[in-house]
């Protein structure tokens, strides 16, 4: 039974903290890609974070230096740490794990809204 639930979002106002959690089931995650991707309002999807292993990342450039994403194999799970959140930073945000050539899977998505 695979499954991918994410946790974590809400309203917070610009410059506060948030961490996103994802836990993965029936995957093989300790060989996978993990990452998030949100959307905003009347925008496409788009790439926010991707990590392999805890040592490799890579970030979209408008979270850069701001957002940091980390696994724990052991635990199949990954987070998105998020700071100094802006409102451009709204949107639903979704946890993918896949594997070239193999399965991609896609979490329900958790709302984070960013307001004053």
């Known amino acids: 039974q695979v499954q991918l639930v994410e946790s974590g979002g809400g309203l917070v106002q610009p410059g506060d903290s948030l961490q996103l959690s994802c836990t993965a089931s029936g995957i093989p995650f300790a060989s996978s890609t993990a990452r998030?991707?949100?959307?905003?309002?009347?925008?496409?999807?788009e790439l926010v974070a991707s990590i392999?292993?805890?040592?490799?990342?890579?970030?979209?450039?408008?979270?850069?230096?701001?957002f940091t994403i980390s696994?724990?194999?052991?635990?199949?799970?990954v987070y998105l740490r998020m700071?100094?959140?802006?409102?451009?930073d709204t949107g639903v945000y979704y946890c993918n794990v896949f594997q070239?050539?193999?399965?991609?899977?896609?979490?329900?998505?958790?709302?984070?809204?960013?307001?004053s």
């Open 52 to 66: 392999v292993d805890p040592d490799r990342a890579i970030y979209g450039n408008s979270v850069k230096g701001r």
């Open 83 to 88: 700071t100094n959140l802006r409102p451009e």
């Open 100 to 115: 070239v050539g193999g399965f991609d899977y896609w979490g329900q998505g958790t709302q984070v809204t960013v307001s």
């Open 71 to 77: 696994r724990d194999n052991d635990r199949k799970m």
């Open 36 to 45: 998030w991707y949100r959307r905003a309002p009347g925008s496409q999807r």
